[in-house]
């Protein structure tokens, strides 16, 4: 830590700069100067509508300012993103194609529950792999590759225990 050699509002506005203090102002800048423009032009008629569209533009503007970190998240969010999307497409064109139903409807509208909380798990898992974590200030998650093929493998044997149990239960 440097001594510092300064007085009073001196030493109180270098330790406010040091501690980020000129993004928190960008921040609250960006906020003033959107909530100020569209109250002047009386755009959305809500109030909150104005401040969520300021909240959005100064966390916009700050990310802008820490643009190393916040673009490779964003990179690596985004091309994870694409490939799982283009995995999931794949499978919903072989599901078409096979012309999978249940009681006449497709699978996806039976278990839309279900295919909805997959897609959120997903989103979450690309989240964290993109880096996700480090902007939240919680540190990363590690995980080899022998304890990944085990919990697959554990996943994968629990879902055919769980198949084979739920069809002995409907024999009986």
């Known amino acids: 830590m440097a001594v510092m050699t300064c007085k009073g509002i001196e030493?109180?506005?270098?330790?406010?700069?040091?501690?980020?203090?000129?993004?928190?102002?960008?921040?609250?800048?960006?906020?003033?100067?959107?909530?100020?423009?569209?109250s002047h032009a009386k755009m959305p008629k809500s109030d909150v509508a104005k401040g969520i569209i300021s909240?959005?533009?100064?966390?916009?503007?700050?990310?802008?300012?820490?643009?190393?970190?916040?673009?490779?998240?964003?990179?690596?969010?985004?091309v994870s993103s694409i490939l799982i999307a283009f995995g999931l497409m794949l499978a919903v064109i072989f599901l078409e194609i096979t012309n999978t139903k249940k009681e006449g409807k497709h699978l996806f509208e039976v278990h839309s529950k279900w295919f909805g909380v997959a897609i959120l798990g997903i989103f979450v898992l690309i989240f964290i792999g993109a880096g996700g974590l480090g902007i939240l200030n919680i540190p990363q998650i590690q995980i080899d590759e022998s304890f990944a093929a085990v919990a697959l493998f554990v996943g994968v044997m629990s879902v055919a225990v769980w198949v084979i149990v739920k069809e002995s239960a409907k024999k009986k």
């Open 11 to 38: 030493c109180f506005i270098v330790a406010l700069r040091e501690a980020g203090f000129t993004l928190v102002l960008l921040w609250l800048l960006t906020l003033a100067i959107v909530y100020g423009m569209l």
């Open 55 to 78: 909240l959005c533009a100064a966390f916009l503007v700050l990310l802008a300012a820490a643009a190393s970190p916040a673009v490779e998240f964003l990179q690596n969010l985004i």
